[in-house]
């Protein structure tokens, strides 16, 4: 009954691997990230063109106005979570860790 169960999450885990997999596969064969890098190259170029044209032009330039920001915050519920729990795991091992070496401390001094 055990192993029968023990099966059934390793298929799991397996299968989001394997899913896993395949969308990376096939978002990359069908070019996607190809896609995502040539729309930031025209971005680029539009805005070396605008430069160009506004100094053809005698405006006052500011490198500010041409770069493109793109920063995607990641900020939510689940990974502040995830956060907090990484930060409780590895302080638990850490102490863990310290109360360890202390007790073989102690023992190596009697």
């Not at 729309?39 to 493109?68: H, M, P, R, S, W």
């Given at each position: 009954?055990?192993?029968?169960?023990?099966?059934?999450?390793?298929?799991?885990?397996?299968?989001?691997?394997?899913l896993?997999?395949?969308?990376?596969y096939?978002?990359?064969?069908?070019?996607?990230?190809?896609?995502q890098?040539?729309?930031?190259?025209?971005?680029?170029?539009?805005?070396?063109?605008?430069?160009?044209?506004?100094?053809?032009?005698g405006?006052?330039?500011?490198i500010?106005?041409y770069?493109?920001v793109?920063?995607?915050?990641?900020?939510?519920?689940?990974?502040?979570?995830?956060?907090?729990l990484?930060?409780?795991?590895?302080?638990?091992?850490?102490?863990?860790?310290?109360?360890?070496?202390?007790?073989?401390?102690n023992?190596v001094?009697?």
């Amino acid at each position: 009954m055990k192993k029968n169960k023990k099966n059934k999450v390793y298929k799991f885990i397996f299968m989001v691997f394997f899913l896993s997999f395949l969308v990376i596969y096939f978002s990359e064969l069908t070019g996607y990230y190809e896609y995502q890098n040539h729309k930031k190259t025209t971005l680029t170029e539009e805005q070396i063109k605008k430069f160009e044209t506004d100094v053809a032009n005698g405006k006052e330039v500011d490198i500010n106005e041409y770069l493109v920001v793109d920063t995607t915050s990641y900020n939510n519920n689940l990974s502040k979570l995830a956060s907090k729990l990484s930060d409780g795991i590895s302080n638990l091992v850490q102490s863990g860790v310290e109360s360890t070496f202390k007790f073989l401390s102690n023992i190596v001094d009697e």
